[in-house]
């Protein structure tokens, strides 16, 4: 995915932290025919996961990697906010 990466760089407005306001990071899940099928008949997470996913759902981990590839974030607050660091 292109994009601009960027690190935040403090300042007084921000109280050195390099970002202001805030972001959600989403996720939304679309009910198909296909996946209420498999939740009726108990399939396991992962499957779930999977059909979700390629029917469009984007997780809130892809949504904070397009934010950052937008240079609207950093790479390292996505990581901080999924608590993958």
Same mark, same amino acid.
């Given at each position: 995915?292109?994009?601009? +990466?960027? %690190? #935040? &760089?403090?300042? %007084? ?29 108990? #399939?396991? &997470? !992962? ?8 029917? /469009?759902? =984007?997780?809130? #981990?892809? !949504? /904070? +990697? ?5 240079? %609207?974030?950093?790479? /390292?607050?996505?990581? %901080? =906010?999924?608590?993958?660091?």
């Amino acid at each position: 995915m292109p994009g601009r +990466f960027r %690190r #935040a &760089v403090g300042c %007084r407005a921000c109280g050195q932290t390099g970002f202001r306001g805030r972001g959600l990071l989403t996720e939304s899940l679309e009910m198909t025919p296909e996946l209420s099928a498999a939740l009726r008949r108990g #399939a396991p &997470v !992962d499957e779930l996961r999977a059909i979700a996913i390629r029917q /469009g759902t =984007v997780t809130p #981990a892809a !949504d /904070g +990697f397009r934010r950052a590839a937008a240079g %609207r974030t950093t790479l /390292g607050e996505v990581a %901080r =906010v999924l608590g993958l660091r």
